[in-house]
T-cell receptor, first 115, second 113 residues
């Protein structure tokens, strides 16, 4: 069974701090790893990672994948209160015999930024 | 504006009373999917559809039905809702079967009494 584990489950920091969120996975037929940010309701796409060691960056957010050790990290520097959200990691796998790729989500990390 | 629209946003119902949650996307996406989100369990896929008239079960399909008669619509049907289906439901779509650019609807909070 495919498994995606995020840690920590919850994190409270002060504005300006840097945070690192972790996502480890055990899946067959890995295709990609995705990060989403979920604020009030709907998750929104942040990054897709397919290759090890290549950092994806968007403003103060960055992410990297290690396919050998089967994990990814999401870094947020100089955090702001607007970064408060649930961050979801998802792993996409390819099913044999065709058909849609599967997407397994972790339980998420609830990040709270205190002013 | 490109979006995935779910209705209703909130729904309280009683056990056994059939209900439908609608989902519509205006991006001409082929792939659509339903998820439920529960505390401590994350997002779990219920059903997905790769195109019109093509649907398949996700991880937790029991107690749900879907249909894909038109490309833009993908309703979720609960024929006989039960309290364990109380959850936050999300519809999502993407251009192809790749999931990397899943667009999510705003969610439907369902309570079954």
């Amino acid at each position: 069974e495919d498994k995606v584990v995020q840690s920590p489950l919850s994190l409270v920091v002060h504005e300006g701090d840097t945070v690192t969120l972790n996502c480890s996975y055990e899946v067959t037929n890995f295709r990609s790893l995705l990060w989403y940010k979920q604020e009030k309701k709907a998750p929104t796409f942040l990054f897709m990672l397919t290759s090890s060691g290549i950092e994806k960056k968007s403003g103060r957010l960055s992410s990297i994948l290690d396919k050998k050790e089967l994990f990814s990290i999401l870094n947020i520097t100089a955090t702001q209160t607007g970064d408060s959200a649930i961050y979801l990691c998802a792993v996409e796998v390819t099913y044999s015999g065709g058909g849609a790729d599967g997407l397994t989500f972790g339980k998420g990390t609830h990040l709270i930024i205190q002013p | 504006e490109a979006q995935v629209t779910q209705n209703p946003r909130y729904l309280i119902t009683v056990t056994g009373k059939k209900l439908t949650v609608t989902c519509s996307q205006n991006m001409n996406h082929e792939y659509m999917s339903w998820y439920r989100q529960d505390p401590g369990l994350g997002l779990r896929q219920i059903y997905y559809s790769m195109n019109v008239e093509v649907t398949d079960k996700g991880d937790v399909p029991e107690g749900y039905k879907v249909s894909r008669k038109e490309k833009r619509n993908f309703p979720l049907i609960l024929e006989s809702p039960s309290p364990n289906q109380t959850s936050l439901y999300f519809c999502a779509s993407s251009l192809g079967s790749r999931n990397e650019k899943l667009f999510f609807g705003s969610g439907t909070q369902l309570s079954v009494l």
